[in-house]
T-cell receptor, first 112, second 114 residues
């Protein structure tokens, strides 16, 4: 069945450093890959997404890369700030099923 | 001007009871979802409706029954609540076909079954 593996489960960085979170997916038909940020006690919110016809997308300090051959995608956050501290979820879906399958989440802590 | 709203925010109830959670979106979206987030923060799709029609029905116990009276509302009714139902339930909505576009999540309903 569909599966999304996310690593690491926790990540601690110093303010100003970069953070990288990696995900792999099992369904080769997956074509939409969003990343959500969830602050403590809050709702998940989309921070960036990428579709299968694109290899990389950037939005200010956040970038996502996609390797369809290897079936993995990554989130890169540069110049991290304390307010980046949250749980980050990757997800993958296909237009066949319409199901968004989430990774297990990464708790990012940015130390000031 | 809340985009996706849920009621109640907190729900504490005893095993065996029946409860409902309501969700409304004012974004004009076609698709609505219910997700369950367990104590380990894992987010799992439960149901999805597109234009009031059930599209996704994951392997959840049939004690859980969604109902979409119109495109803007998706409610979740849970019968005979069990301890394992304790979780945060998120409603979400999106434009177009399920899973294809950004999903906007509601604030969540924290259900505690005692």
């Amino acid at each position: 069945g569909e599966n999304v593996e996310q690593h690491p489960s926790t990540l601690s960085v110093q303010e100003g450093d970069s953070a990288v979170i990696k995900c792999t997916y099992s369904d080769s038909a997956s074509n939409y890959f969003p990343w959500y940020k969830q602050e403590l006690g809050k709702r998940p919110q989309l921070i960036i997404d990428i579709r299968s016809n694109v290899g990389e997308k950037k939005d200010q300090r956040i970038a996502v890369t996609l390797n369809k051959t290897a079936k993995h995608f990554s989130l890169h956050i540069t110049e991290t700030q304390p307010e980046d501290s949250a749980v980050y979820f990757c997800a993958a879906s296909t237009s066949n099923t319409g199901k968004l399958i989430f990774g297990q989440g990464t708790t990012l802590q940015v130390k000031p | 001007d809340t985009a996706v709203s849920q009621t109640p925010k907190y729900l504490v109830t005893q095993m065996g009871n029946d409860k409902s959670i309501k969700c409304e979106q004012n974004l004009g979206h076609d698709t609505m979802y219910w997700y369950k987030q367990d104590s380990k923060k894992f987010l799992k799709i439960m149901f999805s409706y597109n234009n009031k029609e059930l599209i996704i029905n994951e392997t959840v116990p049939n004690r859980f029954s969604p109902k979409s009276p119109d495109k803007a509302h998706l409610n979740l009714h849970i019968n005979s609540l069990e301890l394992g139902d304790s979780a945060v339930y998120f409603c979400a909505s999106s434009y177009g076909s399920p899973g294809s576009y950004e999903q906007y999540f509601g604030p969540g309903t924290r259900l505690t079954v005692t």
